[in-house]
């Protein structure tokens, strides 16, 4: 179980997946690492027929404004991080 896996709760998860939380940097890995995947693939609708770009509209159809300005605050914190780590 995926949230077993990353030591928090099926409930969490649950909130994440229909967008009312959002994962920390660490959560985020910790879920790529169980999943087997790379990070940025848990932030994509996956479908057999859709393109990429297909599947990016979807997405950004699905939230709302004020969430996808969180969502690209956080993803930016989060490239600060990684950079300020590498640096």
Excluded: W
């Excluded at 057999?48 to 969430?67: C, G, H, P, R, Y």
């Amino acid at each position: 179980m995926l949230a077993e896996k990353c030591g928090t709760s099926t409930s969490y998860i649950g909130q994440i997946e229909i967008g009312n939380r959002f994962p920390s940097l660490e959560l985020i890995e910790k879920m790529a690492k169980a999943l087997k995947i790379r990070p940025h693939l848990l932030f994509f609708i996956e479908s057999d027929n859709d393109s990429d770009e297909q599947m990016l509209k979807k997405k950004n159809d699905t939230i709302s404004d004020a969430k996808r300005e969180e969502l690209t605050n956080r993803l930016i914190d989060a490239i600060r991080k990684i950079v300020k780590n590498i640096n």
